[in-house]
């Protein structure tokens, strides 16, 4: 289901809507995606907050989102199902295991397009009171079918939230904010359910908004209000915007939620400060976080109408992209980029275009891993090549050798024509170019 050419869409459509009785796994490729495992292990994306905890203690929330990709379903009598195990433990800074807990889970499903997808996953969070310090988090996902094991680890610097004057806890962002209706979800906060999004990357699933959720915390001074202010910059424009609001302190906690409109903010990586200001503007307490950030359809049309029209001629067999590089109003171009896609739904009449969907994941997956010096990662080779055919089933890396530029050979061949991609390093820069054939076709397999 990989080549979004169009003999190749087909290929993804008909993966995509037919159920099969078992759920093969291809074989792994070689470790392609920094935030996710490979296909055939498990995957997931993990993060972190702090909160103010009881008594003396601080809170560390660990958020982890796992993807049914990566895991391996079992075939039962109407459904498929798959088990994992993700535990968490901490270290304190001699390396002693301090904290341990785990959850068990069951994934099932009807439809066995939604275990290879990589669009359906679990979030969950798991709580641990400690003391103000740092510590190492260790994180561990077991496939319970496979035995396959993914694991991540990360440093943390849980703060003393208790402090006389009044400081802020750190940012959780969010996949959604809600009203509570039930006091049974993990994800709630008084009255509102923050579901977290572990990965931090927006847009991908052509959301519009980006919500997060902290927290501030009086302190012990007489102060009656505070000015929060969130300005947001990007690692190459600098600044883009601020947002400021005064807010009353009293005795309890007060919980904060904002919300920032993507449309309106570039494509790249991004940070939010977040200042706690006294009179005069006087520091109080400050946090800086990182995120990512694709273009939305609609930011994409009125803000780059160029770029989204270069990445459809990847797979335009038609000459449409011809015809729409005329139009010059917005309404003009968003009806004619509907129908582009319209015509490669494979489900037409339903909600989601599966297709559209995985071409822009694949988009956004290339402009992480294969950016290069001020070229975005779709406009290499390596990009190009991953968003018309998806993961290759094989990667061979070779970074050092000797008598060798370093390269990696891409091999294709659980779904249609064999194909072999060999890019190599020319200029031992990171820019790894593609060599002839250009399409891959006409190679023996070297394995």
Not at 192 to 205: A, C, I, K, T, W
Not at 431 to 447: A, C, E, H, K
Request: charged share 25%.
């Amino acid at each position: 289901m990989r080549s979004l050419a169009k003999v190749g869409l087909m290929l993804l459509i008909a993966a995509v809507v037919v159920a099969g009785c078992t759920a093969p796994r291809r074989v792994a490729q070689q470790g392609l995606d920094e935030g996710l495992s490979d296909v055939g292990q498990p995957g997931f994306y993990v993060d972190w907050a702090g909160f103010e905890g009881t008594d003396s203690l601080s809170r560390l929330e660990v958020y982890y989102q796992v993807f049914n990709f990566g895991l391996q379903f079992r075939k039962g009598e109407s459904e498929y199902e798959a088990k994992y195990l993700f535990t968490v433990t901490v270290d304190d800074n001699s390396g002693m295991q301090i904290a341990a807990k785990e959850q068990e889970r069951t994934i099932r499903t009807a439809e066995y397009a939604k275990t290879t997808s990589r669009f359906d996953y679990r979030t969950s969070q798991i709580n641990f009171p400690l003391r103000p310090g740092n510590y190492r988090v260790n994180c561990t996902l077991k496939d319970e079918n496979s035995n396959a094991v993914s694991s991540r680890s990360f440093s943390v610097k849980l703060r003393n939230f208790k402090t006389a004057q009044p400081c802020a806890s750190d940012v959780e962002f969010a996949h959604s904010i809600e009203p509570a209706d039930s006091d049974s979800s993990i994800f709630r906060k008084g009255n509102e359910v923050v579901v977290p999004l572990p990965s931090r990357y927006y847009g991908e699933e052509d959301s519009v908004s980006l919500p997060y959720y902290f927290e501030i915390y009086p302190g012990a001074t007489d102060l009656k209000d505070v000015k929060v202010e969130v300005v947001i910059r990007s690692a190459t424009r600098g600044f883009l915007l601020r947002d400021t609001s005064r807010v009353a302190l009293g005795a309890a906690i007060i919980p904060r939620t904002g919300s920032l409109t993507l449309d309106q903010l570039p494509a790249g990586e991004l940070s939010m400060d977040l200042k706690i200001l006294g009179p005069r503007n006087r520091l109080l307490d400050e946090r800086t976080e990182s995120f990512s950030l694709q273009w939305t359809q609609e930011a994409l049309l009125r803000h780059d109408y160029k770029t989204a029209l270069a990445q459809l001629r990847y797979i335009d067999s038609t000459g449409e992209v011809k015809k729409m590089q005329k139009l010059q109003t917005y309404d003009e171009r968003l009806a004619a980029f509907n129908a582009f896609w319209a015509q490669h739904d494979p489900t037409p009449g339903t909600k989601e275009n599966e297709a559209k969907r995985e071409f822009y994941r694949r988009v956004a997956y290339a402009n992480r891993k294969f950016a290069h010096m001020r070229q975005p990662g779709w406009r290499t080779d390596r990009g190009r090549i991953y968003i018309i055919y998806g993961e290759p089933d094989q990667i061979d890396d070779v970074p050092m050798a000797a008598n060798y530029l370093p390269y990696q050979v891409w091999h294709y061949y659980h779904e249609g024509p064999y194909r072999q991609f060999t890019f190599v390093d020319e200029n031992e820069d990171g820019d790894y170019r593609l060599q002839y054939p250009y399409d891959g076709l006409g190679m023996r397999p070297n394995f």
